[in-house]
């Protein structure tokens, strides 16, 4: 299938591919890993859960299994087409106005390092909208080595290997990262852009859009709960 790649952005192998260069095959054969249990640790049992690019349900569908009333959004209809048990919604993050609120919004898989300033600002702000008084919003974000310690790889436990090839700078505090996923029957590359955010640049692109973080909820600081800010 043949889709036309935003400018930086690229992926090969198998079956359809979005514009961000994402195999929609691939994602459906990534596990969840712990995710999952740290999202329900931090939430209220039975939560309303607003999953903000949810692609193929990798982590949908172990929280709909956990009793949590999940809405899923992602731009792609062929990633959609693979959630079950979830109301979906098709649209961009950034774009999204559902005039609704929830318990919990989540912005997942290191999307807040978006290469784009303004689409990470227009994120954030959706996720900001979107959640309830009391609620709170939980996001992804990457390990203080993940554009250093490059090349790495990880074998997961049920037998396919990633790895981060390369993150190269492209300018303006931006790099390109190249990944690659190794089945025992395909293979898949990602190339994307992603800027690389300290700790205090990641709280001041919160707190610009209203948010406050009030806890980090792994050891290695890649998981953030955050509120309204007063």
């Known amino acids: 299938m043949t889709v036309e790649m935003r400018e930086g952005y690229e992926g090969t192998g198998p079956g359809a591919i979005t514009p961000d260069g994402c195999a929609v095959e691939l994602y459906s054969r990534l596990t969840a890993g712990a995710e999952p249990d740290i999202i329900e640790a931090a939430v209220p049992a039975g939560a309303r859960i607003l999953e903000l690019g949810s692609g193929v349900g990798r982590m949908t569908h172990p929280l709909v299994e956990r009793g949590f009333t999940v809405t899923a959004v992602d731009e792609s209809a062929e990633m959609l087409e693979r959630v079950r048990g979830a109301r979906t919604i098709r649209s961009t993050i950034e774009g999204l106005d559902l005039g609704e609120k929830f318990d919990v919004v ?26 309830a008084d009391g609620g709170c919003v939980l996001i992804q974000r990457e390990g203080a080595d993940y554009h250093t310690k490059v090349p790495r790889e990880r074998v997961d436990l049920s037998g396919y290997t990633v790895r981060l090839v390369s993150a190269e700078p492209v300018g303006g505090g931006v790099n390109s990262v190249r990944a690659e996923y190794e089945f025992p029957d395909a293979t898949w590359t990602q190339t994307f852009l992603a800027r690389p955010l300290t700790r205090e640049q990641f709280e001041e692109a919160l707190a610009e859009a209203g948010l406050a973080v009030t806890e980090y909820l792994t050891e290695d600081g890649t998981w953030v709960k955050a509120v309204p800010s007063a």
């Open 106 to 131: 989540m912005l997942a898989s290191f999307l807040v390092h978006s290469g784009d300033v303004e689409v990470r600002r227009g994120m954030l702000r959706t996720c900001a909208a979107h959640v």
